[in-house]
């Protein structure tokens, strides 16, 4: 096994993080999984959410913070 190789060829993870609207809840991390999947440009290779953070607004309205990330096999921008 050639382990530098390996490494080499396993993809990075790139992060992405969103604001949506709405509590975590129980199931934040699938809502946040759901919703990148459903509203943003990068829907098609989100794959992982692994954190879902509840956020207020200076105006009072309450998001959610969304970590989640995809594969890469290039750098992330």
Do not use: W
């Not at 050639?2 to 509590?23: S, T, V």
């Not at 809502?31 to 989100?46: G, N, Q, V, W, Y």
């Amino acid at each position: 096994m050639n382990y530098p190789e390996e490494a080499k060829a396993a993809p990075n993870r790139c992060q992405q993080r969103n604001l949506f609207p709405g509590k975590c809840g129980n199931d934040g991390i699938q809502s946040c999984l759901r919703d990148f999947k459903k509203k943003t440009k990068k829907s098609h290779i989100i794959d992982q959410c692994s954190k879902c953070e509840n956020h207020k607004s200076p105006n009072g309205l309450v998001q959610r913070l969304c970590h989640c990330s995809h594969p890469s096999s290039s750098p992330c921008l």
